[in-house]
């Protein structure tokens, strides 16, 4: 009956995360519109080219970009909140979400770059680059602006009456003379403070114009005060010393695992676990340099032209496999001294390692248990996140990016970003800040609260990089999810946190797919990396087996039999009060957890 009201609870929590989700983070996702597609958005770029410039696109490589206008965004939300920017977007027909596609040459100066709004495929932006020394007709500055007129009133329907004379810039180089013209919105004015004579922003459209082409031009932007620019960089800084206050903190965490390692390393537990997390690290390390491969398309749009590509993609890619490998020797040091930890303090909470697992099996119902839990927990943290950032945009001022949220966007398949991400982030991170980190703190008999206090306080405020402002708010909107992992963690286990941390990042980092089914292959991707722990969990359930666990003693080497003998005997002779008293002092002295353990079962 309590396993039952249990289980209702937790369903029932989970239920009602799922419910403040969707009425407090949804509506922000889907502000995010995809209805234009990275294939759909390069055909229009395509065809943009060959019908308006008669180029040849088939002649140059490109390249296709997902972007965010992330200074509009931060400056929206400061000053109307998202509310009072998704309704401003709305009435000025304003993309903040678009594709560039870049067309180029190798060592040619000359190229093309299109900007297509990914909610309506309309294109919003151009720029033709061409050689300083290249040669147009020469007009004269009249001529240039009813040129770049007559091109808006047909593009766009542009009604100069609504608009005043923002800029007008000449350019004069040695074969041509390039007239940029800019036009500022008479109706949109957004001070960033109650002080106006801070700035304000100003929405713009801009032509370039040379002889009769249109170099450049941008249907709208918003230019925003210098003044907001700087305050972004000041509140930075606190991200910046939270973040490396983190980072010193996570290098004395490193190097506690690297020392227990080293001391544990031959230690029945650490052997028996090594190689499947060296697997699992490598494993992570593949799956890393497959997205690095997955995200070819931004590598070659940053493509310098003035280089041999082939030397700079290769340059790429040999300095990105760098990152993942440290990341992947990153999480097994720490996830074999957290295994060597937990059996050393928690040995009887088994969820809370991989070692009762590899001494058994991963396909049993406890392991279908444990991610069954983990779903029902991430749906209670992504409705307590949401719940925080409400409270936070509502009496702290909180205001952040959205391109975050896109950030698998320009990759030839998202959904491989999105697992990448999940994976990397679940394993490592759940591995040594549950894992090893609250049991180490409890090795050094730190209180068990206290323990999940400071292991998700850390992890916390190592998050305080990201977009968000204030920047400390981050840090406290993660900790409070770390002490909910420590829970689920200390309750369910350790595929139970891994479960949860993997489908809320691999979720958040698919959600723009599968908020658009019509994109189907993406959509169909998407939905199955969220689903990914639901099939392992249907495959536990279904070659489910009776598998006894083995004893660690049948790993004992000749030396470990040797010292198991040799404690036996001496154990022989010993009263109970003698016994306890050369138990602890055997555990001071680090003797190997798995031979006491024997040592002292066979004794008892």
């Not at 204030?470 to 420590?486: A, D, S």
């Amino acid at each position: 009956m309590n396993k039952r009201f249990g289980w209702l609870l937790l369903v029932l929590l989970a239920l009602g995360g799922v419910f403040v989700w969707c009425r407090l983070s949804l509506p922000r996702y889907q502000f995010i519109n995809l209805s234009v597609g990275q294939s759909k958005a390069r055909e229009i770029s395509r065809k943009f080219l060959e019908t308006k410039y008669g180029v040849n696109v088939n002649a140059y490589t490109s390249a296709v970009l997902f972007n965010a206008d992330d200074n509009a965004d931060q400056y929206l939300q400061r000053t109307l909140g998202f509310s009072g920017e998704r309704s401003l977007v709305h009435r000025l027909h304003y993309d903040l979400f678009c594709w560039v596609i870049r067309y180029f040459k190798e060592k040619q100066k000359e190229e093309y770059k299109v900007a297509v709004s990914s909610a309506t495929g309309e294109v919003i932006g151009f720029n033709h680059t061409i050689a300083d020394t290249a040669a147009r007709p020469l007009v004269d500055k009249q001529q240039a602006r009813q040129r770049a007129l007559q091109f808006l009133k047909t593009a766009y329907g542009f009604n100069p009456a609504g608009y005043t004379v923002h800029s007008e810039d000449v350019h004069k180089l040695e074969n041509r003379v390039e007239y940029a013209f800019t036009w500022e919105n008479k109706d949109v004015h957004i001070p960033w403070s109650k002080d106006k004579a801070q700035g304000y922003a100003k929405l713009l459209t801009n032509v370039t114009v040379s002889g009769n082409e249109i170099l450049d031009f941008n249907k709208a932007f918003f230019k925003i005060p210098d003044g907001f620019n700087r305050y972004v960089d000041y509140l930075k800084q606190t991200g910046q010393n939270l973040t490396l206050v983190f980072r010193i903190l996570y290098l004395v965490l490193l190097t506690l695992a690297i020392m227990a390692v080293v001391n544990r390393k031959q230690q029945v537990v650490t052997r028996t676990v090594r190689s499947f997390y060296v697997g699992v690290g490598i494993a992570l390390f593949i799956l890393m340099v497959l997205d690095l491969l997955n995200d070819y398309q931004s590598i070659l749009y940053s493509y310098p032209t003035t280089q041999s590509m082939g030397d700079y993609v290769a340059r790429q890619f040999i300095e990105g496999t760098i990152a993942p490998f440290f990341i992947a020797l990153g999480f097994i040091l720490p996830a074999l001294a957290g295994e060597s930890l937990n059996f050393e303090v928690a040995r009887e909470k088994k969820n809370g390692a991989f070692l009762s697992t590899l001494l058994s099996s991963f396909r049993s119902l406890n392991i279908a248990r444990q991610i069954a839990v983990g779903y029902c927990a991430a749906a209670i943290i992504l409705g307590t996140q949401s719940l925080i950032y409400s409270l936070g945009f509502k009496y702290c001022g909180v205001w952040d990016e959205l391109s975050w949220m896109t950030q698998a966007s320009t990759s030839i398949v998202p959904a491989l970003t999105a697992l990448a991400i999940a994976f990397q982030a679940s394993f490592t991170e759940e591995t040594m800040f549950r894992m090893f980190a609250i049991n180490l703190f409890r090795k050094y008999r730190v209180p068990v609260a206290l323990a999940v206090f400071l292991s998700a306080a850390i992890w916390g405020f190592g998050h305080t990089g990201y977009e968000i402002y204030p920047m400390w708010f981050r840090g406290v909107e993660v900790t409070t999810i770390g002490l909910i992992m420590g829970f689920f963690y200390l309750r369910f286990g350790l595929v139970c946190v891994i479960t949860a941390h993997f489908l809320i990042d691999g979720f958040l980092s698919a959600l723009p797919f599968l908020l658009n089914p019509h994109l189907s292959f993406n959509f169909a991707t998407a939905l199955t990396v969220v689903g990914l722990p639901l099939i392992l969990a249907l495959v536990a359930i279904v070659f489910n087996r009776n598998t006894p666990e083995r004893p660690l003693s049948i790993r004992f080497n000749v030396h470990q039999q040797f010292t198991y003998h040799l404690l036996m005997e001496l154990c022989r002779h010993k009263g109970p009060e003698e016994l306890t008293a050369f138990k602890n002092d055997l555990q001071r002295h680090g003797w190997d957890a798995a031979i006491i353990q024997r040592v002292f079962e066979d004794d008892t």
